[in-house]
Structures are given as structure tokens and as C-alpha cells.
């Protein structure tokens, strides 16, 4: 994400997007990229530590109010790290909830009261959100082949775009098959096969 944004700066910059784009030389560029990650990862942290404290003050097994203060605080401060690492800070927003999310799994797991209420929530939350994403992201796209800027070779741009992705997503399953293959759930290539061709479902 931190690359795309940086990047992409550049490229807007590059073919004369000026407001959208942003110039900066090698340096700046690598100074840009771990000030958004670092500090993402540093607001991450700190959120992660705030979030153990709310849930240790939440423990209380036999109290399903404090339960559901707990599925609160955990939204919550996903998207307060998020707000005031990409807003604020200036920062990678995703990284920041990202690393809150690794930090309070490690070191705070035991003391969620009641992990089915937990996982249900956020699986739901997750389907709901995925939804609302894809419906926007159809609704603009909508909006964008409406349009007089939009002609018949954007199409065959998009269905290049199209193969290469794919492309590219069987060159990283597959290159990285002989270690998947031998960690964790040890996946087999017809997985590796389905996952490549199956891509975003």
C-alpha cells in the first residue's frame, strides 16, 4: 500500500496529473516510505497497547454487557488507528490496523470473553463491508464507462489488465508453492490452482 501511494505520486506527477500527483526525488521517496510505514506501524502499536488495556478492564466472563463492550472497543479502535494514522499522522492507515490487529491477537487473545461472539461479528461485519466495497466500486466504475471519455480501446486495456493479473497471480502462488507447500496447512497445487484462477472469488 505505502509503495502504491508513493508511486503512484510519482506516476500522476510523471504524466501531468500535478494535483493529484506529487514530485520528489529517490530520497524523498524512500524518506516518504518509512515515515508512512514506520509511523503506521508505531500508531499501530500504540493503539494495540490501548485496546490491551480496554480488554483487560472488559474481562468479566459472566458479564455479557462487557462482552459486547468488547466487540465495541475492537471496531473502535480499528478504525480510530486507521483515522489518525492516514488522516493525522499522515501516515499508512493500513498498516497501523494491521499491526493493531497482529499485537492485540498476540498478546491479548485471552482476554476476549467470548470469542464466538467475536468471530460472528466481525464475520458478519467483514461479508457486509466486502458488499458495500464491491457496490461502490460498481457504482463508480458505472459512472466512469458512461462517460465521453470512455472508448472502445478502454476495453481492450481492461481485458489486457484482466490477463495480467491473473498472470501475475499464478507467478506468485506458484513460486511461492514449494514453501506453501511445506508450511503450515502444507497446500497441494490443485489448491494452488484453484487460488490462482479463483483470485478476488
Not at 84 to 95: D, F
Not at 156 to 182: A, E, H, K, M, Q
Not at 188 to 198: D, H, N, P, R, Y
Request: aromatic residues 16%; hydrophobic residues 55%; proline residues 0%.
Amino acid at each position: 500500500m505505502v509503495f502504491f501511494y508513493v508511486f503512484g505520486g510519482l506516476f500522476l506527477h510523471e504524466v501531468g496529473i500535478v494535483a493529484l500527483g506529487e514530485d520528489s526525488t529517490i530520497g524523498e521517496a524512500f524518506a516518504l516510505f518509512f515515515r508512512m510505514a514506520g509511523g503506521g506501524a508505531g500508531i499501530g502499536l500504540a493503539f494495540a497497547l490501548a485496546l490491551r488495556f480496554i480488554l483487560y478492564k472488559l474481562d468479566r466472563r459472566q458479564d455479557k454487557a462487557e462482552t459486547v463492550l468488547q466487540v465495541t472497543a475492537t471496531v473502535t479502535i480499528a478504525y480510530l488507528s486507521f483515522f489518525v494514522s492516514e488522516v493525522v499522522a499522515g501516515c499508512s492507515g493500513v498498516i497501523a490496523v494491521v499491526t493493531t490487529g497482529v499485537f492485540t491477537k498476540a498478546f491479548a487473545a485471552g482476554l476476549i470473553s467470548d470469542w464466538t461472539v467475536m468471530d460472528s461479528f466481525w464475520s458478519l461485519l467483514e461479508h457486509l463491508l466486502n458488499t458495500v466495497i464491491f457496490a461502490l466500486g460498481g457504482t463508480v466504475f458505472g459512472s466512469i464507462i458512461t462517460r465521453d471519455t470512455w472508448h472502445a480501446r478502454d476495453w481492450g486495456y481492461l481485458f489486457v489488465l484482466f490477463i495480467l493479473v491473473n498472470i501475475i497471480r499464478f507467478i506468485c502462488l506458484f513460486g511461492s508453492f514449494p514453501l506453501t507447500s511445506r508450511i503450515g496447512l502444507k497446500t497441494t497445487w490443485k489448491e494452488t490452482l484453484f487460488a490462482s484462477a479463483g483470485g478476488l472469488r
